[in-house]
Nanobody, 114 residues
Framework: QVQLVESGGGLVQAGGSLRLVCTAT????????MAWYRQAPGKQRELVAS???????NYADSVKGRFTISRDAAKKTVYLQMNSLKPEDTAVYYC????????WGQGTQVTVAS
């Protein structure tokens, strides 16, 4: 069964940067679309950014111009470069990868201190 392994979360000051990494393991197949979601306490999970197998990207309005999603198809890996972080970016960030079903990572905490 596909497993998504995430890394790169942590604590950062406002204005700082972090890079999240997510790799699909236990499979030889490359996923279709990959994405990052986030969920803040008391809020619903929301899409942050997505990228198709062809490289088309989509971003939430709140992160446009600050976050960049990219992928390395051969490594079955997706990245989220987060710059100019704000306290409102604080959340658990989840990786998602589409195979025959959508697979989810375990989540990584991102905390932005003001």
């Amino acid at each position: 069964q596909v497993q998504l392994v995430e890394s790169g979360g942590g604590l950062v000051q406002a204005g700082g940067s972090l890079r999240l990494v997510c790799t699909a393991t236990k499979t030889i197949f490359r996923p279709d679309a990959m994405a990052w979601y986030r969920q803040a306490p008391g809020k619903q999970r929301e899409l942050v950014a997505s990228i198709t197998s062809g490289g088309t990207t989509n971003y939430a309005d709140s992160v446009k111009g600050r976050f960049t999603i990219s992928r390395d198809a051969a490594k079955k890996t997706v990245y989220l470069q987060m710059n100019s972080l704000k306290p409102e970016d604080t959340a658990v960030y989840y990786c998602a990868a589409d195979y025959t079903i959508r697979n989810w990572g375990q989540g990584t905490q991102v905390t932005v201190a003001s």
